[in-house]
Every structure is written in C-alpha cells, then in structure tokens.
C-alpha cells in the first residue's frame, strides 16, 4: 500500500532511492526575505550534497524568486512543480498560494490550506519534512512578517533536526525570527553568512558520519 500527504499518492520506497538520506534545509521567509535568500546563496557551495528549499509565504501574487536567485546561486534553482523529485544541490522555490509537502522523494503541492489571515506554508511544510523525510533536516527562518514556521520547530528537534534563526538585527524585517526564537526551540542565531558556514558545517559532518 501506499501512503498519502494531502490526498496525493506517495512514492514507494526502495533501494533505488537511498538518496533521500541526503540534508534538506527549509528556508522560511517573507517580507525582507529576499536580502536574507540572497546573503545566504551567495555563500553556500554548489557541491555540498544539500537541498535548499525556500519557503516563501507569499499569497497575493506569483513568486519571482526562480528568475531572480540563480545570478546568486552556485546551485540551479527550480520553481516547484507536482512530482518534482528533490536532488541534492539545488535550490528549490515554492509557488504562490500552495502548500509544500514531501514524501520519501518528491514534492507535492495542495491548496494552501490557511487562505484567510497570514499563511502557515512554512509550518505546513517542516512537519511534512519531520514526518516523511530520512535524511538530516535544517530549518532556517529568516525576516518576514508574523510567526509562520514557529509552531513547528520543536517537531524538527524532535526528530534530530537543526533549527537557525537570523540575527534579529540582520533581518528587513524580525517578525518571523523573533516568533522562532520564542518557541524554545533554536539551536543558533546567526546573521545569514553565517547560517551558510553552519549549513556547510552540517553538510561536511554528515558526509563524514553518514546520515
């Protein structure tokens, strides 16, 4: 049998795809998000064997972020479609108005289930990750308005996840950092460059120790 995440069918597991234990870090952001993407890319190598998923909760218009992110990317960036397998060393963007989900290999894509007030794509998406995904997990929540992404960052320590703040006076705008740090559950608070050095710390160890 198979599982489901939103009513989509899931992808079996299998040998063939022992990839999955590869890291994925969810990058959660919104308003002022854009400066910290850009800061963060731009010091990120295109070979440490990661995903980069960017979780921007924007709603009212589509995302630009696929066109504007590879001029400061090592890595190529995709827009999310249905089905889209995740590979390490790519950066993956998510659509307007969807909510994320993931199985043991692939992206799905569902009607954003929180259409009223501000979106909880970010939050949506880490419990998929906790839920579904093998490999190391690292959630990044950057500058943005509201909390979306907080209510989930004790379920990523839960399951061995890393969780990384920005530095508070790094960021366009606090909101969304400030809300994570007050959940209890941040590992680190760190001015984007220096999540990316942390990123790649994470990555190299895991290539070391296996996942």
Known sequence: MHASVGGYRLHPYSETN???NFPVVC?????GG??????????????????????????????QLHEVLPRFSSMPVE??????LLRPDHVYIIPANRDLH???????????????????????FLRSLTQFWDGELIAVIVSGYDGDGAAALCGVHEVGGTTIAQKLDTAQQPDMPESAIASG?????????DIAKEIV????????NGP
């Open 27 to 31: 990058v959660g952001g919104s308003a």
């Open 79 to 84: 827009l999310i479609t249905e089905d889209l």
């Open 34 to 63: 854009l400066d910290a993407y850009i800061r963060l890319l731009k010091h990120l190598p295109g070979d440490m064997g990661v995903a980069i998923v960017i979780v921007n909760h924007i709603t009212v218009m589509p995302t």
């Open 18 to 20: 022992a990839m999955k």
């Open 102 to 124: 993931v199985d043991g290999e692939a992206f799905h894509l569902a009607p954003i289930s929180k259409p009223r007030g501000w979106p909880d794509v970010i939050t949506v």
């Open 185 to 193: 559950c941040i590992d680190f608070v760190l001015s984007p460059e």
């Open 201 to 208: 710390r994470i990555a190299r160890a895991t290539t070391v």
